[in-house]
């Protein structure tokens, strides 16, 4: 069976390169709602984490929460925001089925939008 693993990639939509230095919290959420922090990470120069987010034991079905610090980003970046800023904090909830799969969850983000998907 094949490890699965969890990876992201973060992109300035705005600024046309990837977004380096945002920081990304991973959670697990219980059926309940409860959230459990997993992982804390920042992207690299390449906008990526080096190596996955999460992988062999600890990679297990169930429901996930990616949490981009977007606004904080977004400053640090030279953006001219608002305050507040219309996008802070980026949350995407999602679930993994298939723990021998590979999920890759992306974002692209501009100081008033962003976008998600399913990468692989």
């Not at 996955?52 to 977007?70: D, I, M, Q, R």
């Not at 904080?72 to 909830?93: C, E, K, Q, S, T």
């Not at 298939?98 to 962003?114: M, N, T």
């Amino acid at each position: 069976m094949a490890e699965g693993r969890l990876t992201t990639h973060v992109l300035d939509t705005a600024a046309g390169r990837p977004a380096a230095g945002l920081r990304i919290e991973l959670w697990s959420v219980s059926p309940d709602g409860a959230r459990d922090l997993v992982r804390e990470a920042v992207t690299n120069d390449d906008g990526r984490i080096d190596g996955a987010l999460l992988s062999g034991a600890p990679f297990v079905t169930g429901s996930y929460e990616l949490v981009f610090h977007a606004g904080d980003y977004l400053r640090a970046a030279g953006h001219a925001i608002a305050d507040p800023a219309f996008l802070d904090i980026v949350p995407i909830r999602f679930g993994i089925a298939d723990a021998s799969a590979h999920y890759h969850v992306p974002l692209l983000i501009s100081p008033y939008g962003y976008s998600t998907y399913r990468g692989s």
